[in-house]
């Protein structure tokens, strides 16, 4: 045994944690824009909101895009937009495309968003949020701070954000987005790849996910990123953690598979969560 | 006793050793310099597209290994790179792994061309990096390990979780010099047991780089030749991290109470 158990006494006495559920339904496909709830649905409903950093869009772009009631670019990732957007729906015109596909904002230093593209969303109504560089915050930081602070719904209780680009290309930037979900842990934030999907699962909570069998899995992983845990436990997992401990340097559980359709999650350190998206999502 | 103090005095005085890195093996063959850090390289190759220099990589190292179904890209996507359609130039020394992504007639090929395939299909515990790493350690004698740095393709990027276990092989294999590349940049182990000075090759990579302690926080760390440098500075994940700098000197040296990860973006390799 890697780690010792806490004495039933001690157990008993302990509050249990709350619950967290995750679901990637954001992934299913629809044939139509889901039309925004009204009345107490209102209240309680999940809204989304997009970022798009400056990387290749994933193959399901369009889909997040047409969910999310927030989009936002950060600098050269409104290229991307304009670039990819009418690529990824052949069969459409393009120009149309770009009018339905127009960011709410393009926020950054503008050093990568091409002037013609920049000028292009600025004359369609974008809002355009030029930053100076600094080093404290990165793009997406910016971008969530922008978000957080006008949120598309009532408030950010439901709120979703789902970012693309934010893994590969340059590590650096790889691990400052990684960070991003740290720093804003209370937030829900999913980095979406066309390879694999990443969260946060908190060490405050215990965590229920759902998995969407049709779009994602069966390869996951539990990363404890920035500090090693030394007891985490779940269920639905073919290779489930039992009080296990994980660290950089030993275990990490990695090449794990889905199991069931509800994986959960405890652990005494935050965790990144991550699971493969199937090639046709 | 006055012989015991002097013990405990020479501990505290005795500086850390120095750990030199250098890129050079970016750089075409001529450019070599005479002398670096560790000039034995091994080459690693991993079933992700090979980066655009891969045959500068090919060139520099004594041994090259295809993990897998690192040997379809050799096999695939080596000649395109070279405009040399002739395969039986880049045969690799080992192919190694698990064996369930190379496709049989690349198997076939390069074993017939000498390639040592090395079978580890009744290991499922590690990774393909894992256990090419693993036995090069075992290969190399005490002697040259000092003098090897392995070089590794295709660590990056794709699945999330692979790319994890491939940095965790970064951390289990702390005493190896290994840098996992990609076209966009390069990334290392920085030990906490040495003071560590990077020489910087300007023509081939920076000046983006990064610093962050994937396993555990530090508490302080201490850099040269950033520039925003650290200064007994914390770093956590939650908290602060070093990305987006920018390397202001030749030489960047970084000292830590963790184990850092070190990466700068890679240019002009085409």
């Known amino acids: 045994p890697l780690t010792s158990r806490v004495s039933p006494a001690a157990a008993a006495t302990m509050p249990p944690l709350p619950t967290m559920t995750h ?15 009204t009345g107490a649905d209102a209240e309680n409903a999940v809204s989304y909101a997009v970022v798009v950093l400056n990387q290749r869009l994933p193959r399901f772009a369009p889909l997040l895009w047409t969910r999310a009631r927030l989009r936002v670019c950060a600098d050269g990732g409104a290229n991307r937009v304009f670039d990819g ?15 339905r596909y127009k960011p709410d904002a393009i926020e950054g230093d503008m ?4 002037p013609e593209v920049k000028e292009y969303y600025s004359s369609l109504g974008t809002q355009i949020i030029d930053d100076s560089p600094d080093q404290d915050t990165t793009d997406l930081n910016k971008c969530i701070s922008f978000i957080t602070r006008n949120p598309p719904g009532p408030d950010n209780s439901n709120l979703f954000i789902l970012v693309l680009g934010a893994l590969g290309g340059r590590f650096d930037h790889e691990m400052g ?19 694999s999907s990443i969260f946060l699962l908190p060490k405050t909570h215990s965590h229920e996910i759902h998995i969407e069998r049709s779009v994602e899995g069966p390869h996951c992983g539990l990363i404890p990123m920035g500090a090693p845990s030394s007891s985490s436990t779940t269920t639905g997992l073919r290779w489930n953690l039992d009080n296990t401990s994980m660290n950089f340097g030993g275990l990490l559980s990695t090449s794990n598979i889905v199991e069931e359709e509800i994986v959960t999650v405890t652990s005494d350190s935050d965790l990144i969560w991550t699971i493969s998206l199937r090639k046709h999502t | 006793d006055y012989l015991q103090e002097d013990k405990m005095l020479w501990r505290t005085i005795r500086s850390m050793e120095v750990m030199a890195h250098s890129s050079s093996f970016l750089l075409p063959k001529l450019h070599q310099p005479a002398k670096t850090p560790a000039n034995n390289y091994t080459l690693v190759v991993l079933n992700q597209q090979l980066p655009r220099f891969m045959p500068r990589l090919w060139a520099q190292a004594k041994m090259r290994i295809c993990a897998d179904g690192g040997a379809n890209r050799i096999f695939d996507e080596m000649s ?13 020394e080992i192919v190694e792994g698990d064996m369930d992504s190379i496709r049989p007639e690349v198997k076939r090929f390069y074993s017939s061309q000498g390639s040592k395939i090395s079978d580890k299909s009744h290991n499922q515990e590690t990774t393909d990096l894992h256990k090419c790493i693993s036995s090069i350690r075992h290969r190399t004698p ?9 070089l590794v393709t295709g660590a990056l990027g794709g699945r999330f979780d692979h790319e994890a276990a491939n940095i965790n092989v970064l951390y289990v294999f702390s005493d190896m010099r290994i840098v996992l590349l990609s076209d966009d940049c390069l990334i290392q182990l920085l030990p906490k047991t040495h003071h560590h000075e990077i020489y910087i090759e300007s023509s081939v990579e920076g000046p983006h780089c990064g610093i962050f302690p994937i396993g555990a926080p530090s ?17 956590r994940f939650g908290s602060m991290i070093s990305t987006s700098n920018i390397v202001d000197s030749d030489k960047v040296t970084v000292q830590s109470d963790a184990d850092l990860l070190w990466t700068i973006s890679l240019r002009n390799l085409t």
């Open chain 2, 80 to 92: 395109q790179m070279t405009n040399d359609l002739d395969r039986n130039r880049y045969i690799p």
């Open chain 1, 85 to 99: 957007m009418p690529d990824l729906l052949p069969g459409e015109d393009p120009d149309e495309v770009r009018v």
């Open chain 1, 111 to 114: 050093d990568s968003v091409r």
């Open chain 2, 219 to 235: 508490t302080s760390t201490t850099t040269t030749g950033l520039k925003w440098n650290l200064s007994d500075a914390e770093m």
């Open chain 1, 23 to 37: 679901s990637s339904s954001f992934l299913l496909p629809s044939s139509s824009p889901p039309a925004p709830p």
């Open chain 2, 142 to 150: 005490d002697h040259e390990k000092a003098n090897l740095c392995v």
């Open chain 1, 177 to 195: 987005n990684i960070n991003v979900l740290h720093r804003f842990s209370n937030t829900r934030i999913i980095l979406l790849s066309d390879d």
